[in-house]
């Protein structure tokens, strides 16, 4: 089994940054795919962003050249740096590890940009 907790959410003022942390632990294989993903109110979860072992990266349209993600593989852990936030950024932030064919979620961590 694996376990996802995340931290670092928090309400912060609109043009503001946060940093979300996850760490990984339990069955993890050198081969995966962690990522992030949000949860708005009255909304379907959605992609934030996505990085490979190889630290090869994808990011949601909304989210280019504003959000960064990262890992540190020593670790099992993923970050997203996240800048210039705007209040449509406001969601409950989900860690996502996928490998060998399952999907794994961390618990949430709300996020909220006031203007």
């Known amino acids: 089994q694996v376990q996802l907790v995340e931290s670092g959410g928090g309400l912060v003022q609109a043009g503001g940054s946060l940093r979300l942390s996850c760490a990984a632990s339990?069955?993890?294989?050198?081969?995966?795919?962690m990522g992030w993903y949000r949860q708005a109110p009255g909304k379907q979860r959605e992609v934030v962003a996505t990085?490979?072992?190889?630290?090869?990266?994808n990011y949601a349209d909304s989210v280019k050249g504003r959000f960064t993600i990262s890992r540190d593989n020593a670790k099992n852990a993923v970050y997203l740096q996240m800048n210039s936030l705007k209040p449509e950024d406001t969601a409950v932030y989900y860690c996502?590890?996928?490998?060998?064919?399952?999907?794994?979620w961390g618990q949430g961590t709300q996020v909220t940009v006031s203007v």
């Open positions: 996502n590890l996928k490998q060998r064919f399952a999907d794994y």
């Open positions: 339990g069955s993890i294989f050198s081969i995966n795919v």
């Open positions: 990085i490979r072992t190889n630290n090869s990266t």
